[in-house]
């Protein structure tokens, strides 16, 4: 969770050992931003792609999705990342326990 990045953070844990936590954390709140983003558009309806009145705010939303999302490096990346992140810390610690 992002609390625990930061109390990880504040306590002086480096980052690389947070940089599979912190690709986890943008891509659950780049999803979780779409999935608003989608279902306010479900609610306003025809609204919701108007550039004015009531739908306005969720049209630019939804416009914003992408540029928050792309600048961080793509989900499959950051997913790909966290799972070779997880990998080679599982076979470092197994490597240890045998010694």
Not at 16 to 43: D, H
Request: aromatic share 6%; with cysteine; charged share 25%.
């Amino acid at each position: 969770s992002c609390e625990r990045v930061a109390y990880a953070l504040s306590q002086g844990v480096p980052d690389l050992a947070l940089g599979a936590t912190c690709a986890l954390l943008k891509v659950n709140s780049s999803r979780c931003f779409e999935f608003c983003a989608r279902e306010a558009s479900q609610i306003f309806g025809g609204s919701s792609i108007v550039r004015e009145g009531q739908g306005k705010l969720v049209e630019r939303l939804y416009r914003d999705v992408r540029q928050a999302a792309i600048p961080g490096g793509s989900e499959e990346i950051l997913l790909d990342f966290t799972i070779r992140q997880a990998v080679a810390k599982d076979l470092k610690k197994h490597k240890a326990a045998k010694i």
